[in-house]
């Protein structure tokens, strides 16, 4: 299609033509097999291929983040309720004279 024609206008009718389409220069194309070449990660991604890698690269880095995150909370949470429990059974086991510890 090389122009368009614009309908339901008070004016005059006019051709639209295609211009910027023709002169714009195609991609070059990747051999198959073949990783693109590495880009800056402040660039864009110049494929879609590279801005999957992208984002699966860094989903897996913000998870990692998360687990060691929660692995450090939950560690922490069982230590606090470890000795909360060693401090009862002191407190009980000794008819209640060493509560105050």
Same mark, same amino acid.
């Given at each position: 299609m090389k122009g368009g024609t614009v309908f339901d206008c008070d004016g005059q009718v006019k051709?639209?033509?295609?211009?910027a389409?023709?002169?714009a220069q195609p991609a070059p194309v990747q051999e198959a097999g073949k990783?693109?070449?590495a880009a800056d990660a402040?660039?864009?991604p @110049? *494929?879609? &291929?590279?801005m999957a890698r992208r984002a699966k690269? @860094? *989903?897996? &880095?913000?998870i990692q983040s998360a687990d060691a995150k929660a692995k450090e909370k939950a560690k922490t949470l069982g230590e606090n309720?470890?000795?909360a429990t060693k401090k009862t059974w002191r407190c009980v086991?000794?008819?209640?004279?060493?509560?105050?510890e």
């Amino acid at each position: 299609m090389k122009g368009g024609t614009v309908f339901d206008c008070d004016g005059q009718v006019k051709r639209v033509p295609w211009s910027a389409q023709s002169e714009a220069q195609p991609a070059p194309v990747q051999e198959a097999g073949k990783p693109p070449p590495a880009a800056d990660a402040k660039q864009p991604p @110049q *494929t879609v &291929e590279e801005m999957a890698r992208r984002a699966k690269d @860094q *989903t897996a &880095e913000q998870i990692q983040s998360a687990d060691a995150k929660a692995k450090e909370k939950a560690k922490t949470l069982g230590e606090n309720i470890g000795d909360a429990t060693k401090k009862t059974w002191r407190c009980v086991t000794s008819l209640f004279t060493r509560c105050s510890e």
